[in-house]
């Protein structure tokens, strides 16, 4: 971070830390686009994403709304949120569960490099040797939701849903799964 000009950015909280790398405004983000930046993103199965949503959000998490629903009840509203669709931007699922292509990031910006969350630790080493940075030895996690756990953990929530679900499941997210060479039949 000291690198890059951002002071104290260790002691920040996560808010703070992201606000660093908001974009004010479209002419700023054509000029950053225009200089070639050396872009990197990192993308997960959604099926993990979902659950690790889910966990964060629902049972006993931040979305009052949703507290105490079981996984299936909380998938069948966000299957009903996906029905309510314009123009594929889904703008009524939450943020964190939207399928990638809602955004569009993946038509609009060249990515250098695309990374999947099994293979992180690999892919971030190579990524901070590609523009010249070293790798510090913190272990910072900022999502708890993580690895072979969330992978389990979505194996065993996967099991309490209807085939039907898992077939909607796998037609809303339908295009990273392809993009990412995700298995739609994992879970």
């Not at 569009?104 to 695309?114: D, G, L």
């Not at 901070?128 to 790798?135: K, P, Q, S």
Request: proline letters at 4%; one cysteine or more; glycine letters at 6%.
């Amino acid at each position: 971070a000291p690198k890059l000009g951002l002071k104290e950015y260790s002691s920040q909280s996560r808010a703070k830390k992201l606000a660093y790398f908001e974009v004010e405004n479209k002419e700023k983000w054509n000029q950053i686009v225009e200089g070639d930046p050396v872009s990197f993103v990192n993308v997960r199965h959604p099926f993990e994403r979902l659950v690790s949503g889910y966990l964060d959000k629902a049972p006993g998490g931040e979305y009052g709304g949703w507290k105490d629903k079981t996984f299936p009840q909380f998938v069948n509203i966000v299957l009903m949120q996906a029905k309510r669709k314009q123009d594929m931007k889904y703008t009524g699922i939450d943020v964190h569960w939207r399928p990638y292509n809602a955004h569009c990031f993946f038509c609009n910006v060249k990515y250098t490099v695309i990374s999947k969350m099994e293979t992180y630790d690999e892919d971030k080493s190579r990524f901070l040797e590609m523009v010249g940075l070293e790798e510090v030895d913190k272990k910072e996690r900022m999502h708890v939701h993580g690895g072979d756990q969330i992978t389990e953990q979505t194996k065993e929530l996967f099991k309490s849903l209807s085939k039907e679900d898992k077939t909607e499941l796998a037609n809303l997210y339908r295009y990273e799964l392809d993009l990412f060479d995700y298995n739609p039949f994992l879970y």
